[in-house]
Structures are given as structure tokens and as C-alpha cells.
């Protein structure tokens, strides 16, 4: 069964014995765990409340966050990687489509971008932003959002104002 590990909060089944395979502490033991901290998903569309995600209290201030993630891991492999690449796409659809599919290859290849921004404002007080930064522990470049640790008053107010 998938669970959040409360000291890593990564979604992870954990091992015979109830270790998390991420962190390897034992998931279901909370000692040293926030008990006042969980997860939340926002997107970059996401209505959010006007509670601060660190400490639960009343703030209309954001932070944007922002992050982007450039596709390609270094100029040699991507270099390979786009030839393989171009080339499979172009035989492929050259087959079914003929000229036209290559030259469609072509195109398509050359307008793929290698930065895809993510932001996302959040809530977080004054107080809060000058004694912890926010960052998100994972970011969905397909999905356009970001997951981040929360104060439970948060995620519950989140939930509340995004169920459909």
C-alpha cells in the first residue's frame, strides 16, 4: 500500500518491516515528526486561502516561487539524443506521411524548448519569510505544479477552497 512517509514525505511503499525506501527511517514510528506538518500539491492555477503555509495564521502576503528545469542532462548527449531522435522521427514519419511527415519532424524538432518554468505564489507571513525560506519538495513540470511541506490549517483551508 502507498503511503507518505512522515520524515521524508515522499508517497513510497514501504519495505518489509514498515522502512521507507527513500529515507530508510521506519514509517511507522513518528518520533521527531511536526505533527502540525503535511503535504499539499498546488498548482500554478490553484486557488489558495489567505493562511500563512508555515505557521497557519491569517496573511494576505505571497512569495512566488518559481523553478525550471532544463531538459536536457549535457550539449553532448543532448546533441546525440536529438539526432537519434530527429532521425527515428523523420523515418517514421516519413513512412506513413511521406515528404510532408518529414518535413513536420523537422519542425516539430526545432521548436521543443529546454526550460519549462513552474510558479507558483504562496502564502507565508512576514514573520515565517524571514526565518525559513520555502521550497518545494518536488516540482511536476507536466502538471505545472509543486509539492510543498505545509502547516495542516493550510492544506485543510487548500482542500476546502480547490474541491470540485
Known sequence: MINECPHCHRRVIPL???????????????????????TALIGEKATLPDICCSCGSFTPRRIAIKRSANVSASKNEAERDDQVSGWASQMVLGVLFGSFGRLFAVFADRST?????????IPQCELCSESQAIEPLHVNYDLCRMKFLVHKDFAKEFERVNRR
Do not use: L
Request: some cysteine; proline content about 9%.
Open 16 to 38: 518489509a518491516g514498515g522502512e521507507c525506501p527513500a529515507c530508510h527511517k521506519d514509517t511507522t514510528r513518528c518520533e521527531g515528526v511536526d505533527p502540525n506538518r503535511t
Open 113 to 121: 524548448s529546454s526550460e519549462m518554468p513552474v510558479e507558483v505564489s
